[in-house]
Nanobody, 122 residues
Framework: QVQLVESGGGSVQAGGSLRLSCAAS???????MGWFRQAPGKEREEVAA???????RNAPAVEGRFTISRDNDKNTLYLQMNSLKPEDTAMYYC?????????????????WGQGTQVTVSS
């Protein structure tokens, strides 16, 4: 079981930026990794994902504003969030695929971190 620890959340004004990090306790370079978010009263939704080949996918709501990346040497996943909006306010979670070597189109996630809160004020 991999342990995932998110950090980098906080409170910002609309239009601001944050960078989230997710440190994995075990090597995760061969797995899809993803970022999810859940706002109060809403279901958890995928924000972005990246596979071990560098392929990525983004939710339409964040396309052009958020960028997912990974540093394999550090076993760390990142989410650069720019032009933040109040509707981006949520708890953000990182996750890892259960199976290795899947393309981003086929990723599904099983291991979850505890989350980091992002609050965007207008």
């Amino acid at each position: 079981q991999v342990q995932l620890v998110e950090s980098g959340g906080g409170s910002v004004q609309a239009g601001g930026s944050l960078r989230l990090s997710c440190a994995a306790s075990r090597v995760s370079t061969i797995y899809c990794m993803g970022w999810f978010r859940q706002a109060p009263g809403k279901e958890r939704e995928e924000v972005a994902a990246i596979d071990s080949f560098g392929g990525t996918r983004n939710a339409p709501a964040v396309e052009g504003r958020f960028t997912i990346s990974r540093d394999n040497d550090k076993n760390t996943l990142y989410l650069q969030m720019n032009s933040l909006k109040p509707e981006d306010t949520a708890m953000y979670y990182c996750a890892r695929d259960l199976f290795a070597w899947r393309r981003v189109s086929g990723c599904s996630f099983d291991n979850w971190g505890q989350g980091t809160q992002v609050t965007v004020s207008s």
